[in-house]
């Protein structure tokens, strides 16, 4: 099984709408949780990380649901430049080990 | 201002030619990582350092090598690069190990393979 797993998607949603990304880990022991987002061809970039109360950042929230090992992202109000790969990341159990998921893909239309 | 610098942005070498990457940081963290990433994959961790203490993961192969020479440079070895190794290689920095640490990466380097 994999330490991440994350709906490739892709999902294409319009302008405006909202879309929410589920990543499952397998390590119940995971004491950190991050979401970053991916261009094409260009590296990772921190988005938020994902606090156990849950946060939120503007049109984002991260949640984190521990009993069933997943986290959440979502998006408010789509924007054309909120398309992107999303990537969850996790942290081992010795905070050693950081796994990333493959990723989900969004596009958002105009 | 870019924090973590990865040197070259693209590199062509060819099979069997040994190639070196290079990272430097800004942040003065302590951990550096070393990630490949092929398309549509999720980044794979090679190897970090947390100081000095060089810790290799388990399924990466004998074929990469990494030095880091002070806390700012690190720098990936790849002593014979087959064709399987063309991917983006990426850099990445943590402050420290352990809980709500999060990485912040370097543009990357594109790796080719002739």
């Known amino acids: 099984r994999k330490e991440v797993e994350q709906d490739p998607g892709p999902f294409n949603v319009p302008e405006g709408a909202t879309v929410a990304f589920n990543c499952t880990y397998s390590?119940?022991?995971?004491?950190?949780f991050f979401w970053y987002r991916q261009d094409c061809r260009k590296e990772p970039k921190l988005l938020m990380s994902?606090?156990?109360s849950g946060n939120e950042d503007g049109r984002f929230t991260a949640q984190l649901n521990r009993a069933s090992q997943y986290i959440s992202l979502l998006i408010r109000d789509s924007k054309l430049s909120d398309s992107a790969t999303y990537l969850c990341?996790?942290?081992?159990?010795?905070?050693?080990?950081?796994?990333f998921g493959t990723g989900t893909s969004l596009t958002v239309i105009p | 201002d870019a924090m973590v610098i990865q040197n070259p942005r693209y590199q062509v070498t060819q099979f069997g030619k040994p190639v070196t990457l290079s990272c430097s940081q800004t942040?003065?963290?302590?951990?550096m990582y070393w990630y490949q990433q092929k398309s549509s994959q999720a980044p794979k961790l090679l190897f970090h350092?947390?100081?000095?203490?060089?810790?290799n993961e388990a399924d990466t192969p004998d074929n990469f090598q990494s030095r880091r020479p002070n806390t700012s440079f690190c720098f990936l070895d790849i002593r014979s690069p087959g064709l399987g190794d063309a991917a983006m290689y990426l850099c990445?920095?943590?402050?420290?190990?352990?809980?709500?640490?999060?990485?912040?990466f370097g543009d990357g380097t594109r790796l080719s393979i002739l």
């Open positions: 990445a920095t943590s402050r420290d190990l352990g809980r709500n640490q999060p990485q912040h």
């Open positions: 390590n119940s022991a995971s004491q950190s």
């Open positions: 994902v606090y156990s």
């Open positions: 990341a996790v942290n081992g159990n010795t905070g050693n080990q950081f796994y």
């Open positions: 942040l003065n963290h302590n951990v």
């Open positions: 350092y947390y100081d000095k203490d060089f810790n």
